[in-house]
Structure formats: C-alpha cells, structure tokens
C-alpha cells in the first residue's frame, strides 16, 4: 500500500523532472536561434535572400570620413560662450567654446607679477662665475660672457612664448569677428612665424646649455626660471579654458548652453564635429564571415531612405578585434545576439546620404 507521504515524494521527483526538461528545450531553443540568427536576418531581406550576387551583408552607419569627434571640456568650469552652432565650418584649432576664466586670469597675472618682481632682483646681480682656486682674467671673463649668453637665451625664450600668446589671441579674435561678419579673411602666418621664433630660440637655449663650461645659475637666476615656470603652468590653466577644434570640419551636435556646468566627465559631448567632406560607412559583420572579405574588396551600400539607389564604395579598414554589436544594441545582451567585426567602407559618392544614417552593405565577391 502507497502512503501519502510517498505519493507526495513521487510528485516532487516528476515535477523535478519536468522542469528540468523545460529548462533544457528553452536553452537549446536559444542556442538554434543564435545559430540562425544572421541568417534569419538576411532571409528578412527579399533582395538578399534571392539576389546571388553578394558574398555577405551587415548592417552599418554612415559616418564622416574622419569618423564623429565628440569633444568633452577639459577642464571643469561653467560655460561663458558658445561660439558656434550647428552646421558652421570650422577650421583647426578655431574657438568653438569659452568657459569662465576669471580665475585663471588672475592667477596668471599674479605669475606674471612675480616674474617681473624676480628679474628686477636678477638683474641687480651680476652674472655668475665658477669659484676655483686659479683662474686666469680671460677665463674669468670667458664665464662672464657664456654666462650672460645663457642669461639672453633664457630671456629671448620667454619673450618668444609671449609672442607665441600674443598671435594666438590675436588670430582667436580675427575668427570671431570673420564668423560674425566683421572680416572676411584670417592671417595665419603671424602665428606660424611666432612659433617657429619660439622653437629657434629653444634650441639655442638647448645648445648653450649643453655646454659644459657654461656656469650654472645663481639663487636669483633660479628663482627667475622658478616664477616663469609657474607663469607658463598659470598660461596652460588658461588656456584648457577656450575649448578648440582639433581638426577642420563641420559642428554636427551641440549640446552645451552658457551657464551650464561643463566637466570631462559628463556622459554627453560638448560637441560633435566631423570632416563632411568625404563620408564613409561603418559596418558590423557577423564574425563568421570574417575571412570572407579583405581590403579593397567592392561594395554596395543601400539605405531605406532612398529606395532602388545604390552607392558604391570599397572595403578601407577591419578590424582585428571581434566584439558585441552596436548598430542595433538594445538594452541587454541576448543569448541571439551576434559578435561582430567593425569594417570601415570609403564611399565613391556618399551624396545624397547623411550622416548617422542606417544602411545595408552588400560585400561583392572579388572576382566581379
């Protein structure tokens, strides 16, 4: 005779055995289904799926050819001014945002106060020799001279990096008063000249330095190079504050406004520029077709907004890491979802695509 008890026993061990039947269909369910995933997805496509001239198809995004520069504040501080907006050209190293610099101004005042302060003490003080037990008048005289030889390269260095400053803001407010209609044009080349001044006179520094005859500084020179590296420190601080374009292009997003509080780590760009010139596309492929496509190879773009256009262009780049998709990434990660690699495609003629568009690339076999 059955007890209940064991009855009881019996039921558990079934329902134990049904769940666990259910648990494996389900994962071998999802593990078909990642099988044919890529493939359920090219049959989605009639073109595709009938069409035996393509070798593989992945999913991609048109991008500028020098991809999208998302440029974040270097520095925290609260916007003063955005100087552009969206769809202006900009060119290398133009102001694109000031944040305040209130601060920074006045601490490089300061700096530059001090090194005043310390060159009037330096230049009281003759210039220094080296103390040996017998020297001779010409050699005395031979350190004077190298002695105030390094004393002018050190002051035709510093003088040269104000020069340096003084183009750069000068040439700053030739392109606000051009964006604004005041100029028409911008002259680069005072800029270009006070650089190549600066380098000039570095290396002459350099080169009197590594003279080993050359006398060492005295206490007062060396608080002189002291306050002028505090005044260069106080000069970059400043200068973190005016955020530039890094490459010539076109503002794509803007996305800071005066007031707002600008940081490096803040999840969103201050900006987005990219060079539109030339467009390219970027392509997630199914890792397994990895070795089915190589540089150079032909392809076809197509993009639902403009049905029955092609766009050729060529495979440019692939990259040697395979990793998650992006292009259709929702939320978490799905057993079904498919590694992928990037595969950058130069386009012949990119007109009329635009930028962040979501397109189809049809890789042709090599030898079409």
Request: charged content about 25%; overall charge positive.
């Amino acid at each position: 005779m059955i007890t209940p008890k064991s009855m009881l026993g019996s039921k558990n061990k079934s329902a134990v055995r049904g769940a666990a039947a259910v648990v494996f269909v389900f994962v071998a369910a999802a593990l078909a289904a990642r099988t044919g995933a890529q493939e359920t997805a090219r049959a989605s496509r009639p073109e595709a799926a009938d069409d035996k001239r393509w070798q593989t198809v992945a999913p991609g995004r048109v991008e500028p050819s020098s991809g999208e520069i998302r440029i974040a504040a270097p520095a925290m501080g609260v916007i003063a001014q955005v100087l552009v907006k969206v769809n202006d050209k900009v060119t290398a190293g133009e102001p694109l945002i000031r944040l305040v610099d209130d601060e920074a101004q006045a601490r490089l005042a300061a700096a530059e106060a001090q090194v005043a302060f310390r060159l009037r003490a330096r230049n009281e003080e003759a210039a220094p020799v080296r103390s040996t037990a017998r020297r001779t008048a010409e050699a005395a005289i031979a350190d004077t001279d190298k002695a105030s030889a390094r004393r002018r390269a050190e002051d035709a260095v510093a003088d040269a990096d104000k020069a340096v400053a003084a183009a750069q803001a000068a040439l700053d407010k030739a392109m606000l008063d051009r964006r604004a209609g005041r100029a028409t044009g911008v002259d680069r080349e005072p800029l270009s000249r006070a650089q190549d001044r600066l380098q000039q006179q570095k290396a002459e520094l350099r080169r009197i330095e590594a003279d080993p005859n050359t006398p060492l500084a005295n206490f007062a020179e060396g608080q002189v190079n002291v306050a002028r590296a505090e005044s260069a420190a106080a000069a970059a601080a400043l200068a973190k504050l005016t955020i530039r374009a890094p490459i010539a292009g076109t503002v794509l997003q803007v996305n800071g406004k005066p007031g707002e509080l600008a940081s490096p780590t803040n999840a969103q760009p201050l900006l987005v520029i990219g060079d539109v010139s030339a467009l390219r596309v970027r392509a997630e492929l199914d890792e397994r077709d990895f070795g089915e496509i190589k540089i150079g190879q032909p392809v076809l773009v197509r993009a639902a907004a403009f049905r029955g256009r092609e766009f050729a262009g060529k495979v440019s780049f692939i990259a040697p890491l395979v990793e998650q998709g992006r292009i259709n990434a929702r939320g978490r990660r799905n057993v079904t979802d498919v590694d992928v690699v990037e595969v950058l495609i130069d386009l012949a003629q990119a007109d009329p695509l635009a930028v962040g568009m979501k397109v189809d690339v049809y890789f042709q076999p090599d030898g079409r």
